[in-house]
């Protein structure tokens, strides 16, 4: 049974940064691709960042230059460095495994 559990989310300023992890359980990690994505009560789920198999990165146009998505095979541990952070960034971020495993979300709140 995979597990997706997020965690570093929290209160941030604008233009402040935080950084996400994502523990997965189980040994799959490496064979899917992991992204991260996020929802507020406003609008649908977004993709925010993938990476691939082979480590290939793929992010949303609102959060290129400012936002990293990384991974450590080693750890089963997906990571989202998020920088420069704006209120519109707020959200419910999730990370998924090849969109087949979902976590519970973290909360990322910006504001002054």
């Known amino acids: 049974q995979v597990q997706l559990v997020e965690s570093g989310g929290g209160l941030v300023q604008p233009g402040g940064s935080l950084r996400l992890s994502c523990a997965a359980s189980g040994s799959t990690f490496p064979i899917f691709s992991m992204g991260w994505y996020r929802q507020t009560p406003e609008k649908e789920r977004e993709m925010v960042a993938y990476i691939s198999k082979s480590g290939s990165t793929n992010y949303a146009d609102s959060v290129k230059g400012r936002f990293t998505i990384s991974k450590d095979n080693g750890k089963n541990t997906l990571y989202l460095e998020m920088n420069s952070l704006k209120p519109e960034d707020t959200a419910v971020y999730y990370c998924?495994?090849?969109?087949?495993?979902w976590g519970q979300g973290t909360q990322v709140t910006v504001s002054s």
């Open positions: 998924t495994m090849g969109n087949l495993y």
